[in-house]
């Protein structure tokens, strides 16, 4: 990581802790819950305003129909599509985005070869798509084509709002992802990118929930807003 950036050793080190509080577990991008790029592409809009484990489901459901296929989505009406994701939830407005997603896919001359395109064109075929926003075009870019982006999410948001780094929680996705990409610098890999947003995501689901468990956190000792926390809590122990 750059020294020029302000940042740089701090995200080095909350690097460094949350590898040694998760390294060892999986997140949902994992190769362990996903056989392939299909499964990114179509999982990223599945997990649309739902859990994972709705969105595994409905991957599952696609799988066992032979349907987990960019051919096979666009040849599907929408209302068979529909029945099969119906578990992620909003299953109509999915089933419209997964047709539109593959016929993006489709029109670039099938997944292997929309996968390839430069980052830069992809992104935009992606942004261009119906139901594409930032962070699902930037999570198939990331797990599915294994490109240097790096994904904003809520958890990011929030807890590094908290700890007191980045533009703040209400800045703009682009804002907070160049942020993190200037930090990171050319020490960043995909790997890393990877990495570093599978632990933010574990890390916001077990601790840094919207009512924060900071007692036990393992970034406690860089946290802005969990020191507060902590101390306000020791010192109203010794009243």
Known sequence: MPASHPDAARLREIYRLLECAYGSETWHWSPEHVR??????VGAVLVQHTTWSNAERALE???AAAALD??????????ELASLVRVS???????RRLR????????SGGLTAFLRLPTPVLRSELLAT????????DAILLYAAGRRVFEIDAYTKRIFSRIGAGPGETAAYNVWQRYFEDALGRDGDAKMYQRYHGYIVLHGKRRC???PRCADCPLLAVCCEGSVRVGSVAASDTL
Not at 70 to 79: C, K
Not at 100 to 107: G, P
């Open 100 to 107: 539109a997603l593959a016929a993006t896919v489709e029109r």
């Open 209 to 211: 929930r919207t009512v």
């Open 130 to 137: 119906h139901g594409i926003g930032p962070e699902t075009a």
């Open 36 to 41: 392939g790029p299909i499964d990114v592409l």
């Open 61 to 63: 459901s696609m799988r």
């Open 70 to 79: 960019m051919v096979a989505i666009t040849a599907m009406p929408d209302d």
């Open 89 to 95: 939830g909003t299953p109509t407005i999915k089933a």
